[in-house]
């Protein structure tokens, strides 16, 4: 009886869109596992010239 190789199973992962709460602007993608909850960052809004909220949003 042959043996099953034991190759490397790939994770699943998605592909969302940081957008900017006061702008609407997709500034930001990030890869991330499935499921969970939606991600909530503090990052750079290159319109606002500052730090504001960005919310995940698939597209």
Known sequence: MA???GGKRKK???VVF???E???DYNYTVRR???GEKLKLKKFCP???R???HTEKKK
């Open 3 to 5: 043996k099953k190789s």
């Open 12 to 14: 699943k992962v998605e």
């Open 18 to 20: 940081l957008v900017c």
């Open 22 to 24: 006061e702008t609407g």
């Open 33 to 35: 596992k499935m499921g």
């Open 47 to 49: 319109r606002l010239q």
């Open 51 to 53: 730090h504001t909220m």
